[in-house]
């Protein structure tokens, strides 16, 4: 029999649905419940495309004799991570708090009152690894609600006054220098990977908005150690098993520092950031590299994650029935979907084609994956030198494995819609469309901007966080909904002339503004002022997998204030990056979006206008113009749509382009070479 889960829109939380657990979603009601039968409450934490969260899952959840001792002794609550990303962070800081590390699946137990008092992570039925057996874990929590009461409590009210004692060190308001940004440098390079590109060691995750900081900061000082550490890190995984070989897009991470054997679920905003990155690195340097994985990254969101209404899924998992499991045992295994053995790339392509596909893409009889079982690879480009291949040799092979592929059990999509990762798609494929001619890219970004717009985005302005199938969720947006969807406007409106999407930023970031922002010190929160309260107000600055709210949100308030002129957005963009100056010279790794954003700041940042419509030559090289963070409008003589363009005209009938920097313009220009020394496009971005 379904639990309450059934009436929910999140694809996790309707994963757990047929659970003989009777799981609540986090609501009122749940902790009322517990209130009423005077048991803790069972939180548990995860998302659709988690690994180990399915993995916990099927040992306990959907174990009837497990399920029926925490129906008895628990209210138990599920919560979908990416749904309730306010939830999460404050639980998730409260486990990294008192054991030093957190992860999904998140357990914790609280009381009625919400507050925590047990935590863990995954718990494997039985104790193994020096892990305690998750029915030893419930015996003892439920023996220590009934017997030792006072304790407990006593226990989860500390813990609740030690995290509202945990203060960010905000700085002054006073944003980055060019000293900040250098020790940042510095510090980036004692933790970079000279052997194999990135940072730090295992896992290894693609370090995204690190990568536009280094290009920015290239592009600001002519730094060569900046610009190097972007592109090897970016070679690296592109040539690396972390990024799909046949299909295009990017994996969650690597589990090794050679970017080898990645964790195989795709996220949607891995792919997003890294479509941008690779776009950005070949406006800098003109790599053909780069150029095929942007396009290639951006053609796998929209094949793959695009849903019917225009919108993209969050996510695929890693986990897919392998292609050899008996029928009907519902076995999976991470990763079938994209590995091979030496006798799977005979099958698809014949013995001599399948020699010279082995050695290509590194496929050997020891393999270096080994799940399931049998030794299979994960596809890499592992000699830079490449092979002697025959005139349209890769294509073919390319093509024929993807067909076989095709025919193998394929992952399962998670459908949900999320505002702040389709504002990054938003931006990345109209960027990437306006680099490369690609109309149909630019196109797939307008259609999901207006899905956010319908869907999303109430008469107030206020977001939604989620929806599915065309149906918008209950949880409201967070700090990072309106700073990435007003980022992805801006984006749009720079590529497409059309000044709508600068009006709807401009409502997103007065909300940001007057529901997000503290007045006395700028600071920022991740929910509204009229959120749920939780035990804590979340606020981090510090990005994880995707920008940090508070820095995606000063970014875009920088951007709009160029745009429009508004020194309110402008100062307080200034005073959110107090924080980077505190934290950049310390953790660059950890928050390199706020330092993209002060390299921006830094710079000006440029205001281009090009009048004389959208599309031309000068608008196009306004775009590829590397000046960090510069703001382009384009449009007609007279146009009103875009602030930057009034009071603009022709220069003697022709297209003519306006550059201004700090509160000083330069003269009008018609040349196209003129512009692109203003706005510094590199000769090879030009072709």
Partial sequence: MANRLAQTTSPYLLQHADNPVDWWPWSPEAFEEARKRDVPVLLSVGYSACHWCHVMATESFEDAQTAAYLN?????????????????????????????????????????????????????????????????????????????????????????EDLSEREISYGDGTAPGPEEQAAALLALTRDYDTAHGGFGGAPKFPPSMVVEFLLRHHARTGSEGALQMAEDTCEAMARGGIYDQLGGGFARYSVDREWVVPHFEKMLYDNALLCRAYAHLWRSTGSPLAKRVALETADFMVRELRTAEGGFASALDADSEPADAPEGSHAHEEGAYYVWTPQELRAALGDKDA???????GVSVQGTFSEGGKGASVLQLPRKDGLMAEAGQIESIRERLLAARAERPAPGRDDKVVAAWNGLAVAALAETGAYFDRPDLVEAAVCAAD???????????????????????????????????AEGFLALAAV??????????????????????????????DTATDAEELIRRPQDPTDNATPSGWTAAAGALLSYAAQTGSAAHRTAAERALGVVRVLGPRVPRFIGHGLAVAEALLDGPREIAVVGGSGGELHRLALLGTAPGAVVAAGGPGSEELPLLADRPLVDGAPTAYVCRGFVCQAPTTSAAVLAEQVGVRETAEG
């Avoid at 599920?78 to 357990?107: F, H, I, L, N, S």
């Avoid at 020699?355 to 893409?361: G, I, K």
């Avoid at 149906?471 to 909904?481: K, Q």
């Fill in 496 to 525: 497409t002339g059309e000044g709508v999407w600068l009006e709807f930023a401009g409502f997103l970031l007065d909300h940001v503004l007057g529901q997000f922002a503290d007045a006395d010190s700028g600071a920022l929160f």
């Fill in 451 to 485: 899905l956010l717009v319908r869907l999303h985005l109430d008469e107030h302005a206020r977001l939604t966080r989620t929806s599915k199938d065309g149906r918008a969720g209950t949880n409201a947006g967070v700090l990072e909904d309106y700073g990435d969807v």
């Fill in 355 to 361: 020699v010279f596909a082995a050695e290509y893409f």
């Fill in 72 to 160: 008895e002794h628990f209210v138990n609550v599920k919560v979908d991570r990416e749904e309730r990303p306010d939830v999460d962070a404050v639980y998730m800081e409260a486990v990294q708090a008192a054991t030093g590390q957190g992860g999904w699946p998140m357990t914790v137990f609280l009381t009625p009152e919400a507050r925590p008092f047990y935590f863990g992570t995954y718990f494997p039925p039985e104790p193994r690894h020096g892990m305690p057996g998750f029915r030893q874990v419930l015996d003892g929590v439920s023996q220590a609600w009934r017997t030792r009461r006072g304790e407990v409590d006593e226990v989860a009210v500390k813990i609740v």
